[in-house]
């Protein structure tokens, strides 16, 4: 009786679980989605990674250094 109520717990455990990024049951079922799209479409090709790169760009520098300093004691020079 108590095996069967472990194996319960444990299977409504992990249902729960597996909405919650990072647990091992959601990395699952992401795999598993993978997995679909792979046997569905065939392997990928490409892969596209894209970064503004905000601290090489001056414009953008600029406006992040008015934000971080908008929030901060007037006191504080930025």
Same mark, same amino acid.
């Given at each position: 009786?108590?095996?069967? !109520?472990?194996?319960? !717990?444990?299977?409504?455990?992990?249902?729960?679980?597996?909405?919650?990024?990072?647990?091992?049951?959601?990395? !699952?079922?992401?795999?598993?989605?993978?997995?679909?799209?792979?046997?569905?479409?065939?392997?990928?090709?490409? !892969?596209?990674?894209?970064?503004?790169?905000?601290y090489d760009s001056?414009?953008?520098?600029?406006?992040?250094?008015?934000?971080?300093?908008?929030?901060?004691?007037?006191?504080?020079?930025?």
């Open positions: 009786k108590i095996n069967v !109520f472990n194996e319960e !717990f444990e299977s409504n455990l992990s249902t729960m679980l597996a909405p919650i990024r990072g647990t091992n049951q959601y990395w !699952f079922h992401v795999k598993g989605e993978v997995k679909a799209m792979i046997a569905e479409y065939g392997s990928p090709t490409l !892969f596209l990674t894209l970064s503004c790169a905000e001056a414009d953008i520098a600029q406006f992040l250094k008015k934000k971080r300093c908008s929030w901060r004691s007037r006191a504080i020079l930025c």
